[in-house]
Nanobody
């Protein structure tokens, strides 16, 4: 499976961005992770392909929303009320079940930079 993220960019604090992750074929779950300079990769959100199961980190709960378009195999991350601490490279991942553990994902995209200016 190949994953391609898009939608990153520069935005002011309080603004919004929507990230997209296009998969080359059907996947069973997807997750978004992020990595800021000098920090470890951290879980952001995950979704089952049915859409019935979603999970969010405490730091983005209520601000971010993960969804998927099953027909085109695309996963979205809608990010609202962005803060400077959301600045990071965001990675899309695909695996068997939604998980907060990055080791549970078999496929990863190249990442897309999100920069939030204060």
């Amino acid at each position: 499976v190949q994953l391609a993220e898009s939608g990153g960019g520069l935005v002011q604090a309080g603004g919004s961005l929507r990230l997209s992750c296009a998969a080359s074929r059907r996947i069973y779950s997807a997750g978004w992770f992020r990595q800021a300079p000098g920090k470890e990769r951290e879980f952001v959100a995950a979704i089952s392909w049915s859409g019935f199961t979603t999970d969010y980190s405490d730091s983005v709960q209520g601000r971010f929303a993960i969804s998927r378009e099953s027909v085109d195999y695309v996963v979205y991350l809608q990010m609202n009320s962005l803060k400077s601490e959301d600045t990071a490279v965001y990675y899309c991942a695909a695996g068997g079940r939604p998980s907060r553990d990055p080791r549970q994902y078999d496929y990863w995209g190249q990442g897309t930079q999100v920069t939030v200016s204060s």
